[in-house]
C-alpha cells in the first residue's frame, strides 16, 4: 500500500471515529431524561356531611311536599346511612 493510500486510509478511520464519538454523545444527551415537571401536592379530606338532592314528583309529575326524614333511606355499599340532619329546601 502507496503512502498516499496510507494517508487516506488513515485519514477516512480517524473522520469516521470523530464521526461516531460526536453522534454517541448527540444520542447520550438526547436520551437524558427531560426535567421533571414537580408533582403537585395532594389534598385529602374526610368528610362527614354530604349534600344529596332529591327531587320526587308524583305520577302526576308534581313536586310532592311535606317529606320527612323517615321517608327516606340512603344506603351505600350496602350499608344503610343514618341521616343526622334533613334539610327542606323548595326550588321551582
Known sequence: MGPLKRLVVASAIVALTLALGIRARTLASSSAPAQ???????????????????????????????LQKEHFQLWEDKIEQKSQTFPMKMSQ
Open 36 to 66: 421533571s415537571i414537580p408533582k403537585p401536592p395532594e389534598l385529602r379530606i374526610d368528610v362527614d356531611l354530604v349534600l344529596i338532592p332529591v327531587t320526587v314528583l308524583d305520577k302526576g309529575g308534581h313536586h310532592v311536599t311535606n
